[in-house]
């Protein structure tokens, strides 16, 4: 099963909206199958594995990272690919809870009188489908929110110079990072303030994640980076309802119309907008603003810190906005789950505490 989950991980960021799941097949002690999502989506994990396998499948072990799906959609359902198969036994990480499987594969398994084990690794295939299950669940993406500072907590100079205050290893391993995401999302401050293209690089040839920038107003500068390349790599821009996008639509940019609280796009209804459509796992890259209102919402699920041992000082720019907190018990509450040196900085992991 560990290595199962090893393999569904490679499908992170690049099977949206499927979840990236991991399929081992053994017999005897030996591997006949090995799979894992494709990009996009399809094949999935236990097609491509009992593909490997072939007609040697018949009477082997299934290692699944999550329950096969029991409902016919752009490709028949799972569960009946291993009836099909004659395998013997089943074993499956977690459960599904998407309505159109929800227990129904594990069922369609038994009833043919095949063994079928759950549980096996759950905790950790959990975290792995933190994304898939996330939407399915909570009807939002798992967010992960990337901060890049000083060790005082500024992200920007007094002049509003940000480029670069970590150093080129973080920087590669924010690549690495989006990379593992559907998407990538900023606020219209940071594509002002920095121009940024929001893409993998440096990681071979891979789905780009979508780019997604909030924008009240539909007010951005059409020569942005991010809107020169939206033929190549998608970019959706959340606005406000009655936002005039119509050049923006010409340039190939997807319109995400959202509610506005307090004139500013609605976290909770952009999140949910973009799971609508799709997305599982979103990256938050953008601004000081965009960070507070998504704390603020209780929307952060993951935070990921880039320290730099500089200081910067009390009239450079904050990391965060105003969050209202006025008692330490009120307080954003996150776990650390890693830290690491990543060349001269520090990068640390923490978890929502819960």
């Not at 099977?15 to 799979?35: F, T």
């Not at 990272?65 to 569960?79: I, K, N, V």
């Not at 959202?258 to 999140?271: E, K, Y």
Request: with cysteine; net charge neutral; aromatic share 4%.
């Amino acid at each position: 099963m560990r290595l199962a989950l090893t393999l569904g991980r490679r499908g992170l960021g690049q099977v949206w909206p499927n979840p990236a799941v991991g399929c081992v097949i053994v017999k005897d002690g030996r591997i006949l199958g090995r799979g894992w999502t494709a990009v996009g989506g399809r094949p999935h994990a236990e097609t491509q594995a009992l593909a490997q396998a072939g007609p040697a499948a018949k009477g082997a072990t299934v290692y699944v990272t999550l329950e096969p799906c029991a409902h016919t959609g752009q490709t028949p359902p799972c569960a009946q690919a291993l009836i099909n198969a004659d395998v013997a036994r089943v074993v499956v990480a977690c459960d599904d809870p998407d309505p159109r499987v929800n227990g129904g594969g594990i069922a369609m398994l038994r009833a043919s009188g095949m063994a079928v084990t759950t549980g096996v690794e759950e905790s950790t295939a959990r975290a792995d489908h933190a994304g898939f299950l996330s939407r399915i669940t909570r009807n939002r993406p798992f967010v992960t929110l990337k901060l890049a500072t000083s060790l005082d907590g500024r992200i920007a100079t007094q002049t509003g110079e940000s480029q670069w205050i970590t150093g080129p290893d973080a920087r590669r391993a924010v690549h690495a990072l989006r990379a593992t995401h559907d998407a990538v999302m900023v606020g219209a401050g940071t594509v002002r303030a920095d121009n940024p293209q929001l893409t993998v690089r440096g990681m071979g040839q891979r789905r780009q994640p979508v780019r997604v920038v909030l924008s009240t107003g539909a007010d951005l500068p059409m020569d942005a980076s991010l809107f020169q390349t939206a033929d190549a790599v998608p970019v959706w821009m959340c606005h406000g309802a009655d936002a005039d996008v119509s050049r923006y639509l010409s340039q190939g940019i997807d319109s995400v119309p959202c509610a506005l609280t307090a004139g500013q796009v609605d976290m909770v209804a952009a999140l949910k907008a973009l799971a609508d459509s799709g997305i599982t796992r979103l990256f938050c890259e953008g601004g000081s603003a965009v960070a507070g209102s998504l704390l603020r919402s209780g929307l952060v699920d993951r935070l990921e810190l880039f320290q730099a041992g500089k200081l910067i000082g009390g009239d450079g720019l904050a990391a965060l906005g105003s969050l209202g907190v006025s008692a330490l018990s009120d307080a954003h509450a996150f776990v650390r789950v890693a830290d690491r040196a990543v060349g001269a900085d520090l990068w640390t992991s923490w978890d929502r505490a819960t």
